[in-house]
Nanobody, 119 residues
């Protein structure tokens, strides 16, 4: 079955950096587009970054130039490098993949990893 396990969150001061990892299993990772979402308290979950199977990327305007999504197909892992962190980046970060199974699209999520940006 599909499993996504995020790690790398924590407490960091404004201007600091963190690298999140998402270890994937149960599907063909190399042919799958992957996404990072985040959800802050009291807010809706929002798309942060996207990487295609060919490593094309796209970012939310709020993180462009600060965050970098990448993938290592040999390790079945997707990363989110976060630099110049701001307090408004505080959220639970989730890894996501969508798979088509017998004509139905399913969205799979990890358990999330907390990122807190505070002095």
């Amino acid at each position: 079955q599909v499993q996504l396990v995020e790690s790398g969150g924590g407490l960091v001061q404004p201007g600091g950096s963190l690298r999140l990892s998402c270890a994937a299993s149960g599907f063909t990772f190399s042919s799958s587009a992957m996404k990072w979402y985040r959800q802050a308290p009291g807010k809706e979950r929002e798309l942060v970054a996207f990487i295609s199977s060919t490593s094309s990327t796209n970012y939310a305007d709020s993180v462009k130039g600060r965050f970098t999504i990448s993938r290592d197909n040999a390790k079945n892992t997707v990363y989110l490098q976060m630099n110049s962190l701001k307090p408004e980046d505080t959220a639970v970060y989730y890894c996501n993949v969508r798979k088509l199974v017998m004509g139905t699209t399913y969205a799979y999520w990890g358990q999330g990893t907390q990122v807190t940006v505070s002095s």
